[in-house]
């Protein structure tokens, strides 16, 4: 009884079978660090990483700029939850600034590169990568801004426009934590500490006028 000969594999040696989305994004990440940044990566590298023919890429993502974006919005989420768990453990406006601050320099010591592409690619990357990045600072600026109004009632103090106060603490904390990736160890924490005093500056500074706006009003 002659055997039946076995079917060749229609899978080429070092070529995954199947490839998902993540497995593409997992790939661009393993590439980047602080000194590498999406924008630098290249359809082929990117391939080759996940173990792909590049044509394979196109099955999930259009071009690079619609897997940059992807990996803005994995960041945005991944460090919103973070922030988001450390604001809600505090009480008063400084344990949220200190909390904050705290979570955000981990992340960035933790080497988080996802932290990285969100710091990194709102100044260096293409229009597409500024606007996903915009979109994500202004997602936290919306949850910060409602947290700052809930501690002011909680406090029974005022807040001056909420939402631009939110802002200026936002956009602070990216600008500054942009430098820190460049920075050893004792000067991220020199930063870290100037970065909660502004903040606490800008919180005084904001129910200040709000004192002045009601004494005004009366």
Known sequence: MSSIPAKKSLVSPGRKPMISREDIIAAALKLLGPSRSVSTLSLREVAREAGIAPNSFYRHFRDMDELAVALIDMAG???RQIIGDARQRATLEVSVVRSCTDAFMEQLRADDRLLH?????GTVGSDAFKRAVERQLSFFEEELGQDLIRLAALKGSGLYQPALT???ITRLVFTMGATVLDLPRDKQDELAAQIVKMVRMIIAGTQTLAAIGA????
């Open 117 to 121: 592409i969100l710091l990194r690619e």
């Open 77 to 79: 989420e991944s460090l």
């Open 215 to 218: 004494k005004k009003t009366d």
């Open 166 to 168: 939110a802002k200026a």
